[in-house]
């Protein structure tokens, strides 16, 4: 990885993380309506993945999607508007948090049903075969995602047709308020693929080098025709299942504080330091990237709500 | 006679209901995501989980399908399982259990199978919680014979429809709109089990006949009282359950009126309004002074954003529109 490759990763690192910040002081500001799943604490997952894929190749989301959809490249400005609930965002205002969408940068869409995605995706590397793209899918779910039935359905299929896909699990040990390991069998969800004969590792997602790395393998054999992957990363929720929710209570102040002391940006940012990478550097990445972030805001703020009649549009092509 | 009437939310209905039932019958449990110590992500059910424990309070994992499939099988051998669909747009995932499975056996088996399963599940808009997370999918359910389905509207109805469901011996969709987990009502101190099948005049009037169902009531009240000051007396009648439905109670009021509102919050087109509506022509025609209007959500998917939110669901001024446009 060279330094330009690893700020970029940083940097994009940043985006999620000051943005999602954002997102909560515009919910907590009564900026906007409903409610946002943050993934500060995550934010290895995604842009480790995602800089592992091009520009054409597809992801499908979460409800927690926000940190996807950016490291795949999504526009702030767009993201932010979608939030709340302004014409200019991504989805005119009728999709919000849950289902901001990028068609034309392979974003198939976050997803407001837990394991929603799993078919959409499996069926994007369907499509990208029968078409011969040598394009790949990415399907990005939660541990808790991974109890749904539709989960075991697509891997039997993907193995059995060498679908390019890879399955990345975010296990953050939490599916709302109940631990994985009280509703999940089996010592792994990497386990999982063992029976469809789909490779599987359960990695550090917090180490973004480690799930880049991990990713572009899997991410090569798809594309070269070996069939589906599945990548299960370790990592945790820094706050709440969604912004109204405190994130205590159910966890522990110590496995919290545990999971702070690896926050993926700042053993990230040691690490470029140490490999000789200048501070100043880092900082002038997070200064520019607050000023992006504050930007969206400001300019989602200021944009109008859809016109009533857009209710009734788009319900068909 | 009745008890003292008391102050309760209709999220405290449902836990008081709930819990009742299980302290009379070792056989009821409560399965879904998030039920136990979190109370559900709507917060009604804290102390259930402390109550009862985690034999009969259990979290499952997030599979609709088979842990509805569960609840069915649990119904099928003895047990009186509630299963809890957080939002009620999941039950799409478990559509195969309750509509192939809880719904036909009974009837499918001759007689021989017994399902005493309640199915809890949310409906309704004005979360902005989008598409995924709104609808009011009573309609599906209600068109499929061997469902019975409560759609209550005060924390009275709850607390009296609730304890029938889990008697029943069928399958029974319990609907409730999580807008109104908050709202306050009077109740007596104990109630009675009511009967399904027996609507609620909820007020009297004599101008014209408001039908309407779940959280819509409220929305008919409101109208009443702001059509009152015009001088038109309107009628509130609440059929409370959709499956079986009192058509009786539904066709005197139209009857008496001579003119029929319905507002429902499911999709228009195809919906519960339609069949209500074909309810009163049939048996009020000769009676009615107008043709009946149906009111229901715009027939597009609920939008994330507020102002367009707020505009596909039928409100107050909509209901007072139709009331006066009706009457001329
Ligand atoms: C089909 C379905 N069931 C339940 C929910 C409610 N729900 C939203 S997020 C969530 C927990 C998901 O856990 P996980 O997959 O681990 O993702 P995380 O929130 O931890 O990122 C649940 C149960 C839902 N949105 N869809
Ligand atoms: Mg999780």
Redesign the pocket.
Same mark, same amino acid.
């Given at each position: 990885m060279n330094d330009e490759t690893k700020k970029t990763i940083y940097r994009n690192m940043l985006r999620i993380r000051r943005f999602e910040e954002q997102i909560f002081e515009v919910y907590t500001g009564g900026l906007m309506h409903g409610l946002a799943?943050l993934y500060i604490g995550e934010e290895a997952v995604a842009v480790g993945v995602c800089s592992a894929l091009r520009d054409d190749d597809y992801i499908t989301s979460?409800?927690?999607g926000h940190g996807h959809c950016v490291a795949k490249g999504g526009n702030l400005d767009q993201m932010m508007a979608e939030v709340l609930g302004r014409v200019t965002g991504y989805c005119r205002g009728k999709g919000g948090s849950m289902h901001i969408a990028d068609m034309s940068l392979g974003i198939l869409g976050a997803n407001?049903?837990?394991?929603g995605g799993f078919g959409i995706a499996t069926g994007a590397a369907l499509s990208a075969k029968l078409r011969k793209t040598d394009q790949v899918a990415v399907c990005f779910? /939660?541990?808790?995602?991974s109890n749904q039935g539709v989960f075991f359905e697509v891997m039997n299929t993907a193995s059995i047709w060498d679908l390019p896909v890879v399955y990345v699990c975010?296990n953050?040990q939490? /599916?709302?308020y109940t631990a994985t390991d009280s509703v999940t069998a089996g010592d792994t969800i990497a386990d999982r693929a063992k029976p469809f004969g789909i490779p599987s590792s359960t990695i550090d997602g917090n180490d973004v080098v480690i799930v880049h790395e991990t990713a572009a393998a899997a991410v090569a054999g798809a594309r070269e025709g070996k069939g589906p992957t599945l990548i299960e990363c370790m990592t945790y929720?820094h706050r709440g299942?969604h912004v109204g929710d405190p994130g205590d209570g159910y966890r522990s102040e110590e496995e919290r504080q545990a999971w702070q002391d690896k926050d993926p940006i700042t053993t990230f940012r040691a690490r470029l330091v140490d490999e000789g990478i200048d501070a100043e550097d880092l900082d002038g990445i997070d200064a520019a990237v607050q000023e992006e972030v504050a930007d969206a805001v400001e300019s989602a703020a200021g944009a109008p709500y859809p016109d009533v009649e857009e209710a009734t549009h788009h319900v068909f092509a | 006679m009745s008890s003292p009437e008391r102050e309760i939310t209709f999220g405290e209905a449902v836990k008081e209901a709930i819990a009742t039932e299980m302290r009379r019958d070792e056989l009821v449990i409560l399965m879904g995501?998030d039920v136990g110590a979190a109370g559900s992500v709507f917060k009604i059910l804290l102390g259930l989980h402390e109550e009862f424990g985690p034999d009969r309070v259990i979290d499952t994992p997030?599979a609709?399908a088979g842990y509805v499939g569960l609840g069915v099988g649990a119904a099928l051998t003895g047990m009186r399982p509630i299963v809890d669909i957080?939002f009620g747009d999941?039950m799409a995932?478990a559509m195969d259990q309750i509509v192939n499975q809880a719904a036909k056996l009974r009837y499918m088996s001759g007689g021989q199978a017994t399902v005493p399963l309640t199915i809890r599940a949310t409906m309704g808009a004005g979360r902005s919680s989008a598409a995924q997370h709104s609808q009011s999918l009573h309609a599906w359910a209600s068109h499929i014979p061997g469902l019975k389905v409560v759609v209550p509207s005060t924390p009275a109805d709850v607390l009296g429809l609730f304890p029938t469901a889990v008697r029943d011996d069928n399958p029974v969709l319990f609907f409730e709109d999580k807008m109104m987990y908050a709202v306050k009502g009077t109740a007596p101190e104990t109630v009675d089990p009511i009967p399904f099948g027996v609507a609620d005049v909820k007020r009297e009037g004599s101008d014209v006949t408001l039908i309407a169902t779940s959280s819509m009531v409220l929305v008919a009240f409101a109208a009443a009282e702001t059509l009152a000051d015009d001088g038109i007396s309107c009628e509130i009648v609440d059929p409370r359950t959709m499956v079986p439905l009192d058509t009786d109670t539904l066709v005197q009021s139209a009857s008496k009126t001579g003119h029929a509102v319905i507002i429902d919050e499911g999709c228009r087109s195809f919906g519960v309004g339609a069949e209500l509506a074909s309810v009163v022509y049939e048996g009020a025609f000769d009676y009615l002074d107008a043709p009946i209007v149906r009111l229901g959500a715009m027939d597009v998917p609920v939008p994330f954003t507020k102002p367009l939110e707020d505009a596909t669901i039928p409100n107050e001024t909509d209901v007072v529109r139709a009331v006066k446009e009706m009457l001329g």
């Amino acid at each position: 990885m060279n330094d330009e490759t690893k700020k970029t990763i940083y940097r994009n690192m940043l985006r999620i993380r000051r943005f999602e910040e954002q997102i909560f002081e515009v919910y907590t500001g009564g900026l906007m309506h409903g409610l946002a799943h943050l993934y500060i604490g995550e934010e290895a997952v995604a842009v480790g993945v995602c800089s592992a894929l091009r520009d054409d190749d597809y992801i499908t989301s979460t409800h927690r999607g926000h940190g996807h959809c950016v490291a795949k490249g999504g526009n702030l400005d767009q993201m932010m508007a979608e939030v709340l609930g302004r014409v200019t965002g991504y989805c005119r205002g009728k999709g919000g948090s849950m289902h901001i969408a990028d068609m034309s940068l392979g974003i198939l869409g976050a997803n407001g049903i837990v394991g929603g995605g799993f078919g959409i995706a499996t069926g994007a590397a369907l499509s990208a075969k029968l078409r011969k793209t040598d394009q790949v899918a990415v399907c990005f779910f /939660g541990d808790g995602a991974s109890n749904q039935g539709v989960f075991f359905e697509v891997m039997n299929t993907a193995s059995i047709w060498d679908l390019p896909v890879v399955y990345v699990c975010e296990n953050n040990q939490y /599916g709302e308020y109940t631990a994985t390991d009280s509703v999940t069998a089996g010592d792994t969800i990497a386990d999982r693929a063992k029976p469809f004969g789909i490779p599987s590792s359960t990695i550090d997602g917090n180490d973004v080098v480690i799930v880049h790395e991990t990713a572009a393998a899997a991410v090569a054999g798809a594309r070269e025709g070996k069939g589906p992957t599945l990548i299960e990363c370790m990592t945790y929720r820094h706050r709440g299942h969604h912004v109204g929710d405190p994130g205590d209570g159910y966890r522990s102040e110590e496995e919290r504080q545990a999971w702070q002391d690896k926050d993926p940006i700042t053993t990230f940012r040691a690490r470029l330091v140490d490999e000789g990478i200048d501070a100043e550097d880092l900082d002038g990445i997070d200064a520019a990237v607050q000023e992006e972030v504050a930007d969206a805001v400001e300019s989602a703020a200021g944009a109008p709500y859809p016109d009533v009649e857009e209710a009734t549009h788009h319900v068909f092509a | 006679m009745s008890s003292p009437e008391r102050e309760i939310t209709f999220g405290e209905a449902v836990k008081e209901a709930i819990a009742t039932e299980m302290r009379r019958d070792e056989l009821v449990i409560l399965m879904g995501e998030d039920v136990g110590a979190a109370g559900s992500v709507f917060k009604i059910l804290l102390g259930l989980h402390e109550e009862f424990g985690p034999d009969r309070v259990i979290d499952t994992p997030i599979a609709e399908a088979g842990y509805v499939g569960l609840g069915v099988g649990a119904a099928l051998t003895g047990m009186r399982p509630i299963v809890d669909i957080m939002f009620g747009d999941f039950m799409a995932l478990a559509m195969d259990q309750i509509v192939n499975q809880a719904a036909k056996l009974r009837y499918m088996s001759g007689g021989q199978a017994t399902v005493p399963l309640t199915i809890r599940a949310t409906m309704g808009a004005g979360r902005s919680s989008a598409a995924q997370h709104s609808q009011s999918l009573h309609a599906w359910a209600s068109h499929i014979p061997g469902l019975k389905v409560v759609v209550p509207s005060t924390p009275a109805d709850v607390l009296g429809l609730f304890p029938t469901a889990v008697r029943d011996d069928n399958p029974v969709l319990f609907f409730e709109d999580k807008m109104m987990y908050a709202v306050k009502g009077t109740a007596p101190e104990t109630v009675d089990p009511i009967p399904f099948g027996v609507a609620d005049v909820k007020r009297e009037g004599s101008d014209v006949t408001l039908i309407a169902t779940s959280s819509m009531v409220l929305v008919a009240f409101a109208a009443a009282e702001t059509l009152a000051d015009d001088g038109i007396s309107c009628e509130i009648v609440d059929p409370r359950t959709m499956v079986p439905l009192d058509t009786d109670t539904l066709v005197q009021s139209a009857s008496k009126t001579g003119h029929a509102v319905i507002i429902d919050e499911g999709c228009r087109s195809f919906g519960v309004g339609a069949e209500l509506a074909s309810v009163v022509y049939e048996g009020a025609f000769d009676y009615l002074d107008a043709p009946i209007v149906r009111l229901g959500a715009m027939d597009v998917p609920v939008p994330f954003t507020k102002p367009l939110e707020d505009a596909t669901i039928p409100n107050e001024t909509d209901v007072v529109r139709a009331v006066k446009e009706m009457l001329g």
